[in-house]
């Protein structure tokens, strides 16, 4: 969900005013999703690479996840969207973990639509973890390490319980996947858009599905 910064910086106004924006943007996707048929979604909306943001930027990122996107919980819920969450978002500040945790739990039973939010999350960190996780086991002695297969490092990563990548979607003309589900990413297909995030609405992800419609996936198998 990228060009926020740009699009405020367009109008002159605050770049904070530009992630508000967003936030709108996520709250149009969300709703739109569901009724073209989407049945997982992810969002990558903090990485382990934006702490080094400056921090008056941070804090505003952390304010908006408490007040907006938090807030969106009640919707979701009734509208049978469960919320899942990958990356190290248990290393963010309690109360946040707190009121993820709580809405996590509180959406657990909903099968309509699931939401993935990447927060605190790192493509790279997240493979490292996995690595380190199977390291461990092959130190107790539980596996051997020529045992270690690709499904093994699937079922280790935070997205053992989704559903394989479809498509990859980058807003604001940005072509890289910018350490962004680099595992998962392997045969999923890609498309790209010059429309910044704050601009983004129905009509673009429309534009984008039947983009991917179009596409014919090979595997590598010929």
């Known amino acids: 969900m990228d060009g926020n910064g740009r699009w405020a910086k367009a ?9 508000r924006a967003g936030v709108d943007a996520v709250r149009r996707i969300v709703r739109a999703a569901p009724r073209m048929g989407i049945e997982t979604l992810t969002l990558y909306a903090f990485s382990s690479e934006n702490w080094r943001r400056p921090a008056d930027e941070v804090s505003d990122l952390m304010s908006l996840l408490r007040h907006h996107l938090l807030a969106e919980l009640e919707e979701l819920d009734s509208a049978g969207a469960r919320l899942s969450l990958i990356g190290d978002w248990r290393a ?3 109360d946040v973990v707190e009121r993820l945790e709580n809405a996590i739990e509180s959406t657990r039973g909903n099968d309509r639509f699931r939401l993935v939010v990447a927060l605190n999350y ?6 490292v973890r996995a690595a380190q996780h199977l390291a461990a086991r092959v130190a107790m002695g539980e596996i051997a ?18 559903p394989p990548v479809d498509l990859i979607i980058r807003s604001s003309g940005e072509q890289r996947l910018s350490n962004f589900l680099l ?15 704050p601009d983004f609405d129905e009509a673009v992800l429309r534009e984008a ?14």
């Open 11 to 19: 109008r002159r106004l605050p770049r904070v005013a530009g992630h």
């Open 92 to 94: 963010m500040k309690p």
């Open 122 to 127: 790192g493509g790279q960190d997240e493979i």
């Open 145 to 162: 390490a020529a045992e270690i297969s690709a499904e093994m490092i699937e079922a280790e990563l935070d997205t053992a319980e989704l």
């Open 183 to 197: 595992w998962q990413a392997a045969y999923a297909e890609m498309w790209f858009t010059p429309v910044l995030w």
């Open 209 to 222: 599905i039947e983009a991917f419609a179009q596409r014919e996936r090979r595997y590598g198998g010929r």
